[in-house]
């Protein structure tokens, strides 16, 4: 019997720093929270404690994976007897929520006609092309989109335009449009974008400036945002190593 609860708390250590370390790789908080973890399996349930329940809603998404992949089939097949305007919106999102930008893109180019009077599925479609690398296209749909609604989507059509810009070798719209989304916009992207275009044009002291200002808010941020936003702390701090160099 004691050998039996042995084993059964052996496997459970195990399972505890498992869990514990997939969620530092996935999420990565501060580094000394792995020597916490391999140190003692007592660590490992601290770390859960402490990181991993904080982020269970971050995690929800994840859960809704298979529901919106049975969507997505569902939606494949309706279109097949009713290809309206709706049906390839919906499935243009769904398909973004997934990361697959190449047929959302497919999606919202079926989706949108020449009667389209929402700025959205423009947004969008630029959204999936900025993601597949495709500026010149992002800027005309960005370029729709800001037109129809300067703030839409609190301001992130902006951005992502004056990124788009400043791909495309137009940095004095880049510039002018970054400048109108960051008086406003405090969306770490947009600022993290600025940043490398700030760096691009020689301008070093000044990307300094805007990728610290991502990290000037984490001190203020509420809990569950910082964990949002750990992955542009730590794009904004490689940059300002980079830009240390």
């Given amino acids: 019997m004691g050998s039996f609860l042995f084993f059964a708390f052996s496997w459970w250590a195990i399972l505890l720093r498992v869990v514990a370390i997939v969620h530092f790789i996935r999420r990565r908080p501060n580094f000394f929270w792995l020597f916490i973890i391999l140190f003692h399996w007592i660590g490992a349930l601290v770390y859960i404690l402490v990181e991993v329940v904080p982020d269970v ?15 997505i089939h569902e939606l494949e097949r309706a279109i097949l007897d009713n290809p309206s305007a709706g049906n390839y919106e919906e499935l243009g999102l769904l398909y973004l929520d997934e990361h697959n930008f190449a047929q959302a893109k497919q999606a ?10 929402s700025p959205d599925p423009f947004y969008r479609r630029g959204v999936a092309e900025i993601e597949l690398g495709d500026y010149a296209a992002a800027v005309s749909d960005l370029e729709h989109a800001v037109s129809a609604d300067p703030d839409y989507d609190f301001h992130r059509a902006k951005g992502l335009l004056a990124w788009a810009y400043a791909q495309t070798g137009q940095p004095e719209k880049a510039e002018q449009m970054f400048r109108e989304a960051t008086r406003i916009s405090t969306i770490s992207e947009t600022y993290y974008h600025y940043a490398l275009f700030l760096q691009s044009q020689g301008r070093v002291a000044e990307a300094r400036e805007w990728a610290q200002k991502i990290l000037d808010k984490r001190p203020t941020m509420p809990g569950y945002l910082r964990r949002r936003e750990r992955p542009w702390f730590r794009r904004a701090n490689a940059l300002l190593v980079r830009l240390r160099v």
Avoid at 58 to 70: E, G, V
Avoid at 108 to 117: L, N, P, V
């Fill in 57 to 71: 809603d971050l995690f929800r998404d994840s859960f809704q994976t298979f529901p919106r992949r049975r969507r």
């Fill in 108 to 117: 919202y180019d079926k989706a949108i006609s020449a009667r389209t009077d």
